[in-house]
């Protein structure tokens, strides 16, 4: 029988419960203990795939092609696993599948309810994911905040949870935030205690809480959780705010909970060996000369709207002795006039993912720049096809030559809607999503970067290279390093004669790992570590 770790979140948002369900999916993996993990979500989309990355961040793809919420990602780079859709769960998802078993009639007579209908929709997904992966423990993190009105099924399915597979089964983490106040310069508990009454009030009582805290929390104010929270004092864990994410493996292995943790769900762990986290570590932490590299896109004032893409850097960072600095210029800002001076100083530029019109001419002037200059380039899914339109209109001469994704009306539509993606009518998950292969041609920068003949990576988009003009682009030098094995796809174009200029469109930043950056990620680093620019110092963003 699988073992349940429910984490929950309290207080405020943002505090980093996802990586510190992460981290502990990473301390009991490094025990020797299998582990999975499951986000569920109480919003009402089906997935986050249709939502803004202003109401969400990045929408981390699965290899089986489900739009998942960005903590998904922040568990595969912490546990090292791949996850699949099972491993995330939203309201809309649940109601959708209550509502069409009650027009099927599997409810025929009966009146359908939240209790028991769709709570027992929301367990029949978690014993699934405890199923499809036999792991030992099975860690669920419910998105939100104890108290949000759409949370409540969740919180009672976990309530639930503990009865059906047993008290010795179930553990229960609710991380909260203390406030400092600075005018008496404390750490406040009471929200912590509001928000574990609020817990209660659906019966169910934490084992353990995380507190999270910009500053060290003194014993006092642990002992004064522990006593109104009614939790044993070693088990109220401070969690306090580090520069370094990946260090929270490390400061919770160094705390009581994973002893907690064994002894309250009588695991067995066949040994503890973080030493390869903690290599990783120092090895992030030693110093390293700076490497600045510009990332530029349409939503650069939300970083998390990129979040893999940043991860994978500085993971290429690590293994190339570069603390990379990351420049996040708008690519709107682009556009205007003077704007050179955002890219002039950075070694690099990422062009990342992403949709519709806003920002497409500045990221196709920092193509243009990237190309000219020699500056090393990196452009993913949209910032290959964004290359390629760059090099139609300044290369061959194919003046407003685009994607028909921004000009439907285009006399070149070097970038063109795929064709299976032509009766698509929905929006919701119906993008060419997930794993799909791709054969490397031999002695390209790509081949040479993987150093094998085919490779599968993950995928989120409509439009593709259109094949109409791969000859006349091959010929000017612009050449498809890697396509799909039935050679209709374009996957990966690079541009000769150039240091490092390639687009992939696929996203290789999902399948980077701290302890194992992406070959193309390396490849670029390795590249842009060589770039000496003016000044050599980080440009600051102009937004
Ligand atoms: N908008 C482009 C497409 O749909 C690129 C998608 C992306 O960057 N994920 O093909």
């Not at 780079?77 to 491993?87: A, G």
């Not at 519709?356 to 720049?369: C, K, L």
């Amino acid at each position: 029988m699988a073992k349940y770790i429910f984490v929950t979140g309290g207080v405020v948002s943002s505090v980093g419960k996802g990586i510190a369900a992460a981290s502990i999916g990473r301390i009991l993996k490094s025990r020797g203990i299998t582990v999975t993990i499951q986000k569920l979500d109480p919003y009402l989309n089906v997935d986050p795939g249709t939502m803004s990355p202003y109401q969400h961040g990045e929408v981390f793809v699965t290899i089986d092609g489900c739009e998942t919420d960005l903590d998904l990602g922040h568990y595969e780079r912490f546990i090292d696993v791949e996850l699949t859709r099972v491993s995330n769960v939203t309201s809309g998802e649940i109601y959708s599948s209550v509502i069409a078993k009650e027009r099927r009639g599997d409810f025929l007579g009966g009146t359908t309810q939240v209790v028991p209908h769709v709570t027992n929709e929301i367990k029949m997904r978690m014993h699934r994911v405890a199923e499809e992966s036999k792991a030992e423990v099975i860690l669920v993190e419910v998105g939100g905040t104890v108290g949000d009105i759409e949370g409540q099924p969740f919180l009672e399915a976990i309530r639930q949870m503990r009865n059906d597979v047993g008290r010795n089964n179930v553990l229960y983490i609710h991380v909260t935030y203390l406030p400092y106040i600075y005018a008496t310069q404390e750490l406040k508990t009471k929200p912590t205690q509001h928000s574990v009454r609020e817990l209660r009030g659906v019966g169910i009582q934490p084992d353990v809480i995380l507190c999270r805290s910009d500053f060290p929390v003194a014993d006092d104010i642990k002992a004064k959780i522990a006593l109104f929270c009614d939790v044993k004092p070693a088990a109220v864990i401070p969690l306090v705010t580090t520069n370094n994410i990946y260090e929270v493996p490390i400061i919770l292995d160094e705390s009581a909970l994973p002893e907690i943790i064994i002894e309250e769900l009588r695991l067995h762990p066949a040994s503890k060996d973080l030493a390869e986290w903690r290599a990783l570590i120092r090895k992030m932490n030693a110093p390293k000369e700076q490497l600045a590299l510009a990332i530029v896109g349409k939503y650069v004032q939300l970083q998390d709207a990129y979040i893999s893409v940043r991860e994978a850097l500085r993971h290429a960072g690590i293994f190339l002795q570069r603390d990379v600095k990351l420049s996040w210029v708008s690519a709107e800002d682009l556009e205007r006039d003077g704007w050179e001076h955002a890219l002039s100083s950075v070694s690099g530029i990422v062009v990342p993912g992403g949709f519709g019109n806003r920002g497409i001419e500045g990221m196709i002037r920092a193509a243009q720049y990237a190309r000219e200059r020699e500056v090393p380039y990196l452009g993913l899914c949209l910032g290959m096809q964004i290359m390629v339109i760059e090099y139609a209109r300044n290369v061959l001469g194919l003046r407003d030559a685009n994607s028909t994704e921004f000009d439907p009306e285009s006399p070149h539509p070097v970038i063109d809607l795929m064709p299976g993606q032509r009766a698509v009518q929905g929006k919701g998950g119906t993008m060419r999503l997930g794993n799909y292969p791709c054969e490397l041609e031999a002695g390209s920068i790509a081949g040479e970067a993987y150093g094998q003949p085919q490779v599968v990576e993950r995928h989120r988009h409509r439009y593709e290279f259109n094949n109409a003009y791969r000859a006349a682009m091959a010929g000017a030098g612009l050449r498809a390093s890697g396509t799909s094995p039935d050679n209709k796809l374009v996957e990966i174009a690079e541009i000769k004669g150039h240091p490092f200029m390639l687009g992939t469109q696929f996203h290789p930043e999902f399948n980077s790992r701290p302890n194992r950056p992406h070959p193309l990620f390396h490849s670029f680093v390795g590249v842009a570590k060589g770039v000496i620019r003016e000044g050599g110092q980080p440009p600051l963003p102009l937004s």
